[in-house]
Protein backbone atom coordinates (compact mmCIF):
# COMPACT_ATOMS: atom_id res chain seq x y z
CA UNK A 1 0.00 0.00 0.00
CA UNK A 2 1.50 3.38 -1.15
CA UNK A 3 0.74 7.05 0.59
CA UNK A 4 1.41 10.46 -0.25
CA UNK A 5 2.40 13.31 1.63
CA UNK A 6 1.42 11.82 4.98
CA UNK A 7 1.87 9.11 6.51
CA UNK A 8 -1.42 7.06 7.41
CA UNK A 9 -2.70 4.55 9.57
CA UNK A 10 -2.61 2.27 6.51
CA UNK A 11 -5.71 0.93 8.66
CA UNK A 12 -6.67 0.35 12.46
CA UNK A 13 -4.73 2.42 14.68
CA UNK A 14 -1.26 4.47 14.50
CA UNK A 15 0.37 6.85 17.16
CA UNK A 16 3.90 7.82 17.43
CA UNK A 17 6.51 7.94 14.46
CA UNK A 18 9.12 5.41 15.72
CA UNK A 19 13.10 4.71 14.44
CA UNK A 20 13.26 7.55 11.90
CA UNK A 21 16.55 6.60 9.66
CA UNK A 22 17.75 7.35 6.38
CA UNK A 23 19.55 4.29 5.76
CA UNK A 24 20.97 2.77 3.04
CA UNK A 25 19.36 4.84 0.58
CA UNK A 26 15.95 4.82 1.84
CA UNK A 27 13.78 6.65 4.37
CA UNK A 28 12.10 4.04 6.84
CA UNK A 29 9.49 5.18 9.21
CA UNK A 30 7.98 3.10 11.92
CA UNK A 31 5.36 3.40 14.03
CA UNK A 32 3.20 2.71 16.75
CA UNK A 33 0.69 0.23 15.51
CA UNK A 34 -2.47 -2.12 16.64
CA UNK A 35 -3.50 -4.09 14.15
CA UNK A 36 -7.29 -5.23 15.00
CA UNK A 37 -8.82 -2.07 15.51
CA UNK A 38 -9.05 1.75 15.17
CA UNK A 39 -8.05 2.30 19.16
CA UNK A 40 -5.02 2.20 21.03
CA UNK A 41 -3.83 -1.44 21.78
CA UNK A 42 -0.80 -4.29 21.88
CA UNK A 43 1.43 -1.76 20.54
CA UNK A 44 3.19 -3.53 17.48
CA UNK A 45 6.02 -1.70 15.26
CA UNK A 46 4.44 -1.04 11.66
CA UNK A 47 6.60 -0.34 8.92
CA UNK A 48 6.95 1.86 6.13
CA UNK A 49 9.41 3.36 3.50
CA UNK A 50 9.94 6.31 1.25
CA UNK A 51 12.95 7.43 -1.28
CA UNK A 52 12.02 10.88 -1.31
CA UNK A 53 9.68 11.57 2.22
CA UNK A 54 7.27 12.23 -0.68
CA UNK A 55 5.83 8.72 -1.03
CA UNK A 56 5.23 6.09 1.42
CA UNK A 57 4.91 2.46 1.03
CA UNK A 58 4.06 0.13 3.95
CA UNK A 59 5.60 -2.82 4.76
CA UNK A 60 3.71 -4.17 7.09
CA UNK A 61 4.53 -4.92 10.88
CA UNK A 62 8.52 -5.22 11.95
CA UNK A 63 8.18 -5.80 15.87
CA UNK A 64 5.42 -7.51 17.38
CA UNK A 65 5.32 -8.51 21.56
CA UNK A 66 7.45 -11.43 21.46
CA UNK A 67 9.53 -11.78 24.58
CA UNK A 68 8.66 -11.97 28.00
CA UNK A 69 9.83 -7.78 28.50
CA UNK A 70 7.58 -6.63 25.59
CA UNK A 71 4.49 -9.46 26.24
CA UNK A 72 2.21 -6.57 26.56
CA UNK A 73 3.73 -4.34 23.75
CA UNK A 74 6.49 -2.76 22.10
CA UNK A 75 6.15 0.60 22.73
CA UNK A 76 8.18 3.86 21.38
CA UNK A 77 11.62 4.31 20.21
CA UNK A 78 14.60 5.40 17.89
CA UNK A 79 17.28 4.00 15.59
CA UNK A 80 20.75 4.67 14.31
CA UNK A 81 22.69 3.02 11.81
CA UNK A 82 25.91 1.51 13.18
CA UNK A 83 28.25 -1.26 11.43
CA UNK A 84 26.12 -1.14 8.58
CA UNK A 85 22.91 -2.22 10.30
CA UNK A 86 20.03 -0.71 11.75
CA UNK A 87 19.58 -1.07 15.14
CA UNK A 88 16.45 -0.08 16.71
CA UNK A 89 15.63 0.47 20.87
CA UNK A 90 12.48 0.63 22.15
CA UNK A 91 10.49 -0.20 25.38
CA UNK A 92 8.93 -3.22 26.14
CA UNK A 93 6.00 -3.13 28.40
CA UNK A 94 4.44 -6.05 30.33
CA UNK A 95 1.25 -5.96 32.76
CA UNK A 96 2.04 -6.73 36.05
CA UNK A 97 -0.87 -8.26 36.59
CA UNK A 98 -1.47 -11.33 34.01
CA UNK A 99 -4.86 -11.08 33.82
CA UNK A 100 -4.94 -7.07 33.05
CA UNK A 101 -3.65 -8.61 29.10
CA UNK A 102 -4.68 -8.80 26.65
CA UNK A 103 -7.61 -9.79 26.81
CA UNK A 104 -8.93 -7.52 29.69
CA UNK A 105 -7.09 -4.99 27.89
CA UNK A 106 -4.20 -3.10 29.16
CA UNK A 107 -3.94 -1.86 32.30
CA UNK A 108 -1.92 -0.17 34.67
CA UNK A 109 0.72 -0.94 36.73
CA UNK A 110 3.12 -2.33 34.05
CA UNK A 111 6.82 -2.51 34.01
CA UNK A 112 9.49 -0.98 31.31
CA UNK A 113 12.45 -2.77 29.92
CA UNK A 114 14.37 -1.04 27.52
CA UNK A 115 15.63 -3.60 24.35
CA UNK A 116 17.40 -3.44 21.21
CA UNK A 117 16.96 -4.96 17.98
CA UNK A 118 19.09 -5.27 14.91
CA UNK A 119 18.71 -5.53 11.32
CA UNK A 120 20.86 -5.99 8.87
CA UNK A 121 18.94 -4.62 5.86
CA UNK A 122 16.28 -2.14 7.76
CA UNK A 123 13.35 -4.62 6.37
CA UNK A 124 13.67 -8.31 8.40
CA UNK A 125 13.21 -8.15 11.92
CA UNK A 126 13.90 -11.52 13.78
CA UNK A 127 11.38 -10.98 16.72
CA UNK A 128 12.33 -14.16 17.96
CA UNK A 129 15.70 -14.70 18.05
CA UNK A 130 17.21 -10.78 18.10
CA UNK A 131 15.85 -9.15 20.91
CA UNK A 132 18.30 -8.25 23.94
CA UNK A 133 17.60 -6.19 26.96
CA UNK A 134 19.76 -3.09 27.17
CA UNK A 135 18.51 -1.74 30.16
CA UNK A 136 16.31 -3.87 32.59
CA UNK A 137 13.78 -2.28 34.87
CA UNK A 138 14.35 0.49 37.14
CA UNK A 139 14.32 -0.48 40.57
CA UNK A 140 15.50 2.57 42.09
CA UNK A 141 12.72 5.41 42.38
CA UNK A 142 15.26 7.99 43.09
CA UNK A 143 16.54 7.15 39.61
CA UNK A 144 13.42 6.77 37.89
CA UNK A 145 10.14 4.66 37.44
CA UNK A 146 9.63 1.35 36.74
CA UNK A 147 6.58 2.00 34.92
CA UNK A 148 6.60 5.29 33.58
CA UNK A 149 9.78 5.21 31.99
CA UNK A 150 10.19 4.67 28.36
CA UNK A 151 10.85 6.78 24.71
CA UNK A 152 14.66 5.67 24.21
CA UNK A 153 16.42 8.05 21.88
CA UNK A 154 19.63 7.20 20.57
CA UNK A 155 22.23 9.60 18.75
CA UNK A 156 25.69 9.66 17.87
CA UNK A 157 27.67 11.83 19.89
CA UNK A 158 31.45 12.94 18.76
CA UNK A 159 33.16 9.81 20.33
CA UNK A 160 30.32 8.10 21.93
CA UNK A 161 26.85 6.58 21.79
CA UNK A 162 23.98 8.73 23.58
CA UNK A 163 20.55 7.63 25.18
CA UNK A 164 17.95 10.09 26.60
CA UNK A 165 15.20 8.35 28.07
CA UNK A 166 11.56 10.31 30.02
CA UNK A 167 11.12 9.08 33.59
CA UNK A 168 9.01 9.81 36.32
CA UNK A 169 10.44 11.58 39.87
CA UNK A 170 9.65 10.15 42.78
CA UNK A 171 7.33 13.15 43.50
CA UNK A 172 5.37 12.69 40.32
CA UNK A 173 7.12 15.56 38.19
CA UNK A 174 8.75 15.09 34.53
CA UNK A 175 12.59 13.97 34.74
CA UNK A 176 14.79 12.71 31.76
CA UNK A 177 18.02 10.59 31.69
CA UNK A 178 21.34 10.41 29.87
CA UNK A 179 22.92 7.22 29.30
CA UNK A 180 26.42 6.91 27.28
CA UNK A 181 27.80 3.52 25.32
CA UNK A 182 30.77 2.43 23.38
CA UNK A 183 28.97 0.00 21.44
CA UNK A 184 25.46 0.69 21.98
CA UNK A 185 25.20 -3.09 24.36
CA UNK A 186 26.17 -1.42 27.77
CA UNK A 187 24.77 1.67 28.61
CA UNK A 188 26.03 3.98 32.02
CA UNK A 189 23.88 6.36 33.60
CA UNK A 190 26.12 9.89 33.28
CA UNK A 191 22.71 12.62 33.89
CA UNK A 192 19.21 13.14 35.41
CA UNK A 193 17.40 15.80 34.80
CA UNK A 194 13.97 17.39 35.80
CA UNK A 195 12.58 21.14 36.12
CA UNK A 196 11.64 22.83 39.42
CA UNK A 197 8.50 23.97 38.47
CA UNK A 198 5.84 21.74 37.53
CA UNK A 199 5.56 20.67 33.86
CA UNK A 200 2.75 17.54 33.51
CA UNK A 201 3.48 14.42 35.91
CA UNK A 202 6.02 12.57 32.95
CA UNK A 203 7.96 13.51 30.17
CA UNK A 204 7.27 10.86 26.98
CA UNK A 205 9.50 10.87 23.80
CA UNK A 206 12.34 13.24 24.50
CA UNK A 207 14.43 13.77 21.44
CA UNK A 208 17.37 15.97 21.64
CA UNK A 209 19.69 17.00 18.42
CA UNK A 210 21.86 19.37 17.48
CA UNK A 211 21.36 22.07 14.24
CA UNK A 212 25.01 23.37 13.71
CA UNK A 213 25.69 24.64 17.28
CA UNK A 214 22.56 24.55 18.73
CA UNK A 215 21.19 22.02 20.66
CA UNK A 216 17.17 21.20 20.75
CA UNK A 217 15.32 19.26 22.73
CA UNK A 218 11.79 17.78 23.02
CA UNK A 219 9.98 17.36 24.88
CA UNK A 220 5.81 15.27 25.16
CA UNK A 221 4.80 16.15 29.00
CA UNK A 222 1.93 14.36 30.18
CA UNK A 223 -1.23 16.30 31.46
CA UNK A 224 0.62 20.07 31.08
CA UNK A 225 -2.61 21.54 29.93
CA UNK A 226 -5.03 21.13 32.46
CA UNK A 227 -7.66 23.40 31.92
CA UNK A 228 -10.66 20.23 30.78
CA UNK A 229 -9.94 20.05 27.24
CA UNK A 230 -8.67 17.31 25.25
CA UNK A 231 -5.70 17.60 24.23
CA UNK A 232 -3.48 17.67 28.02
CA UNK A 233 -0.51 16.94 26.60
CA UNK A 234 1.56 18.65 24.41
CA UNK A 235 4.72 18.37 22.44
CA UNK A 236 6.73 21.34 23.58
CA UNK A 237 10.53 22.48 22.35
CA UNK A 238 13.37 24.18 23.29
CA UNK A 239 16.99 25.58 22.85
CA UNK A 240 19.24 23.82 25.48
CA UNK A 241 22.13 23.46 27.12
CA UNK A 242 24.37 20.13 26.90
CA UNK A 243 27.71 18.72 27.79
CA UNK A 244 28.82 15.53 26.21
CA UNK A 245 31.96 14.99 28.83
CA UNK A 246 29.31 15.59 31.75
CA UNK A 247 25.63 14.68 29.36
CA UNK A 248 24.76 17.49 31.81
CA UNK A 249 21.52 18.65 30.16
CA UNK A 250 20.52 22.73 31.21
CA UNK A 251 16.61 23.77 30.17
CA UNK A 252 15.59 26.82 30.08
CA UNK A 253 13.13 28.86 31.66
CA UNK A 254 11.23 29.55 28.57
CA UNK A 255 9.59 26.72 25.91
CA UNK A 256 7.21 26.56 23.45
CA UNK A 257 4.61 24.74 21.70
CA UNK A 258 5.89 22.93 18.70
CA UNK A 259 3.01 23.59 16.82
CA UNK A 260 -0.26 25.89 18.01
CA UNK A 261 -2.74 23.32 16.32
CA UNK A 262 -1.90 21.34 19.99
CA UNK A 263 -3.33 18.19 17.65
CA UNK A 264 0.82 17.38 16.97
CA UNK A 265 2.45 15.12 19.50
CA UNK A 266 4.95 12.45 19.96
CA UNK A 267 7.35 14.14 17.36
CA UNK A 268 10.44 12.44 16.18
CA UNK A 269 13.78 13.83 14.42
CA UNK A 270 16.47 12.12 12.06
CA UNK A 271 18.74 13.43 9.34
CA UNK A 272 17.88 13.71 6.09
CA UNK A 273 20.17 12.31 3.05
CA UNK A 274 21.16 16.27 2.87
CA UNK A 275 21.80 16.42 6.67
CA UNK A 276 19.18 18.49 7.56
CA UNK A 277 17.29 17.94 10.59
CA UNK A 278 13.86 16.82 9.82
CA UNK A 279 10.88 15.71 11.89
CA UNK A 280 7.35 14.30 12.13
CA UNK A 281 4.61 13.72 14.67
CA UNK A 282 1.93 12.15 15.21
CA UNK A 283 -1.75 13.93 14.40
CA UNK A 284 -3.92 12.79 16.92
CA UNK A 285 -7.44 11.93 15.82
CA UNK A 286 -10.72 12.02 17.55
CA UNK A 287 -12.30 9.40 15.46
CA UNK A 288 -11.37 6.92 12.72
CA UNK A 289 -11.78 7.77 9.48
CA UNK A 290 -14.99 5.85 7.56
CA UNK A 291 -14.74 3.41 11.10
CA UNK A 292 -11.38 2.13 9.48
CA UNK A 293 -8.54 3.82 10.64
CA UNK A 294 -6.83 6.32 12.66
CA UNK A 295 -4.31 8.06 13.53
CA UNK A 296 -1.62 10.48 10.85
CA UNK A 297 1.74 11.79 10.67
CA UNK A 298 1.93 15.94 9.52
CA UNK A 299 4.23 16.20 6.64
CA UNK A 300 8.19 16.41 6.95
CA UNK A 301 9.19 19.62 8.62
CA UNK A 302 13.12 20.54 8.52
CA UNK A 303 13.77 22.27 11.90
CA UNK A 304 16.16 25.36 11.82
CA UNK A 305 17.40 27.48 14.74
CA UNK A 306 17.60 31.13 14.15
CA UNK A 307 17.95 33.79 17.00
CA UNK A 308 17.13 31.69 19.45
CA UNK A 309 13.66 30.45 17.84
CA UNK A 310 13.13 27.07 17.01
CA UNK A 311 11.43 27.26 13.17
CA UNK A 312 9.80 24.41 11.81
CA UNK A 313 9.71 24.54 7.89
CA UNK A 314 7.96 22.11 5.77
CA UNK A 315 10.50 20.16 3.34
CA UNK A 316 11.51 21.17 0.43
CA UNK A 317 10.90 17.71 -1.28
CA UNK A 318 7.32 18.46 0.00
CA UNK A 319 7.29 22.16 -0.86
CA UNK A 320 8.18 20.86 -4.81
CA UNK A 321 5.26 17.91 -4.88
CA UNK A 322 3.02 20.98 -4.51
CA UNK A 323 3.81 21.77 -8.40
CA UNK A 324 0.71 22.43 -10.41
CA UNK A 325 -1.13 25.70 -9.74
CA UNK A 326 -4.57 25.94 -9.92
CA UNK A 327 -7.45 28.32 -10.03
CA UNK A 328 -9.79 26.72 -7.75
CA UNK A 329 -10.05 23.70 -4.93
CA UNK A 330 -12.14 22.14 -7.10
CA UNK A 331 -9.27 21.30 -9.64
CA UNK A 332 -7.62 19.92 -7.28
CA UNK A 333 -5.94 16.47 -7.21
CA UNK A 334 -7.18 13.51 -4.11
CA UNK A 335 -3.95 14.56 -2.34
CA UNK A 336 -4.93 18.00 -1.55
CA UNK A 337 -4.10 21.49 -2.32
CA UNK A 338 -2.04 24.58 -0.73
CA UNK A 339 -2.79 28.33 -0.68
CA UNK A 340 0.24 31.02 -0.56
CA UNK A 341 -0.89 34.85 0.29
CA UNK A 342 0.11 37.36 2.28
CA UNK A 343 -2.48 38.25 5.27
CA UNK A 344 -3.10 42.00 6.72
CA UNK A 345 -3.63 42.98 10.23
CA UNK A 346 -7.52 42.19 10.86
CA UNK A 347 -8.39 39.99 7.67
CA UNK A 348 -9.85 36.52 7.58
CA UNK A 349 -10.27 33.52 5.67
CA UNK A 350 -12.49 30.26 5.01
CA UNK A 351 -10.19 27.12 4.01
CA UNK A 352 -13.49 24.75 3.53
CA UNK A 353 -15.00 26.38 6.33
CA UNK A 354 -12.32 26.72 8.58
CA UNK A 355 -11.28 30.21 9.62
CA UNK A 356 -7.82 31.40 9.65
CA UNK A 357 -7.59 35.31 10.77
CA UNK A 358 -4.84 38.21 11.86
CA UNK A 359 -5.35 39.78 14.82
CA UNK A 360 -3.58 41.51 17.22
CA UNK A 361 -0.92 40.45 15.35
CA UNK A 362 -0.96 36.91 15.96
CA UNK A 363 -2.81 34.12 13.46
CA UNK A 364 -6.00 32.40 14.84
CA UNK A 365 -7.53 29.89 13.73
CA UNK A 366 -11.14 28.32 14.71
CA UNK A 367 -12.31 24.54 13.29
CA UNK A 368 -16.02 24.58 14.92
CA UNK A 369 -17.37 24.31 11.51
CA UNK A 370 -15.33 21.61 10.40
CA UNK A 371 -14.98 19.39 12.96
CA UNK A 372 -18.37 18.35 14.62
CA UNK A 373 -19.33 16.54 17.32
CA UNK A 374 -17.04 16.66 19.62
CA UNK A 375 -17.12 19.61 22.07
CA UNK A 376 -14.50 17.95 24.25
CA UNK A 377 -12.28 18.97 21.74
CA UNK A 378 -10.67 22.70 21.45
CA UNK A 379 -11.61 24.87 18.51
CA UNK A 380 -9.50 28.02 18.70
CA UNK A 381 -6.05 27.99 18.21
CA UNK A 382 -3.25 31.20 18.54
CA UNK A 383 -0.09 31.86 17.68
CA UNK A 384 2.15 34.00 19.56
CA UNK A 385 2.48 37.50 18.61
CA UNK A 386 4.21 37.59 15.11
CA UNK A 387 7.87 39.36 14.66
CA UNK A 388 7.01 41.03 11.28
CA UNK A 389 4.78 40.35 8.28
CA UNK A 390 2.08 37.32 7.79
CA UNK A 391 3.03 35.06 5.14
CA UNK A 392 0.97 32.21 4.93
CA UNK A 393 1.61 28.88 3.12
CA UNK A 394 -1.42 26.61 3.89
CA UNK A 395 -1.82 22.90 3.24
CA UNK A 396 -5.07 20.94 2.91
CA UNK A 397 -5.82 17.81 2.90
CA UNK A 398 -9.11 15.84 4.02
CA UNK A 399 -8.44 15.36 7.37
CA UNK A 400 -5.62 17.80 7.85
CA UNK A 401 -4.97 21.66 7.80
CA UNK A 402 -1.30 22.97 8.12
CA UNK A 403 -0.96 26.62 8.74
CA UNK A 404 3.08 27.50 7.95
CA UNK A 405 3.49 31.13 9.65
CA UNK A 406 6.41 33.03 7.86
CA UNK A 407 8.07 29.99 6.70
CA UNK A 408 7.86 28.20 10.00
CA UNK A 409 8.13 30.56 12.08
CA UNK A 410 4.71 29.06 13.90
CA UNK A 411 3.07 26.44 12.31
CA UNK A 412 -0.54 25.47 13.35
CA UNK A 413 -2.06 22.01 12.22
CA UNK A 414 -5.21 20.89 13.34
CA UNK A 415 -7.38 17.53 12.28
CA UNK A 416 -10.48 18.50 10.50
CA UNK A 417 -13.33 15.95 9.11
CA UNK A 418 -16.34 18.00 7.48
CA UNK A 419 -14.14 20.60 5.13
CA UNK A 420 -16.20 21.69 2.00
CA UNK A 421 -14.34 22.61 -1.18
CA UNK A 422 -15.21 26.12 -1.03
CA UNK A 423 -12.57 28.86 -0.73
CA UNK A 424 -13.19 32.58 0.60
CA UNK A 425 -10.09 34.92 1.17
CA UNK A 426 -10.58 39.16 1.38
CA UNK A 427 -11.72 40.61 -1.69
CA UNK A 428 -8.60 41.35 -4.38
CA UNK A 429 -6.42 38.85 -2.63
CA UNK A 430 -3.16 37.91 -4.79
CA UNK A 431 -3.30 34.23 -4.06
CA UNK A 432 -1.52 31.25 -5.60
CA UNK A 433 -3.26 28.13 -5.34
CA UNK A 434 -1.53 24.57 -6.04
CA UNK A 435 -2.06 20.86 -6.32
CA UNK A 436 -0.14 18.02 -6.72
CA UNK A 437 0.37 16.10 -10.06
C1 LIG B 1 3.26 8.66 23.43
C2 LIG B 1 3.32 7.26 24.04
C3 LIG B 1 4.74 6.85 24.37
C4 LIG B 1 4.65 5.35 24.38
C5 LIG B 1 3.68 5.08 23.27
C6 LIG B 1 2.74 3.94 23.49
O1 LIG B 1 2.13 8.84 22.66
O2 LIG B 1 2.48 7.17 25.17
O3 LIG B 1 5.24 7.41 25.56
O4 LIG B 1 5.88 4.75 24.16
O5 LIG B 1 2.91 6.27 23.11
O6 LIG B 1 1.95 3.72 22.37
Avoid at 248 to 259: A, C, H, I, K, N
Avoid at 313 to 333: D, G, T, V
Wanted: some cysteine; overall charge negative.
Amino acid sequence: MTQTLHLKAPENWINDPNGFLYYKGNYHLFYQYYPYGPRWGTMHWGHAVSKDLVTWDHKGIALHPSVPEDEDGCFSGSAVEHDGKMVLFYTGVKCDRPEHAPKEGFREPFTSTQLKIESEDGFTFDNEGGKAVILPALDDPAVGDRMHTRDPKVWRGTDAWYMILGTQTADEGGKLLIYRSEDLDTWELKSQTSMHRALGWMWECPNYFEVGDQKVLLLSPMQMIKDGKVYDSHAISMVVGFDESTCRLDLPEEYELLDYGMDLYAPQTTLDEEGRNILVGWMRMPEAVDGRWNGMFCMPRVVEVENGHVYYRLHPNLKKAFSREIRSPKEASSQGYSIHLDLEEGEAMYVGGYRIARKGGRIETDRSAVLHGHPELRSQFFSPTLKDGCRLDIYVEPNLIEVYINDGEYVISNIVYDLTGELAVPLGKDVLLKTTE
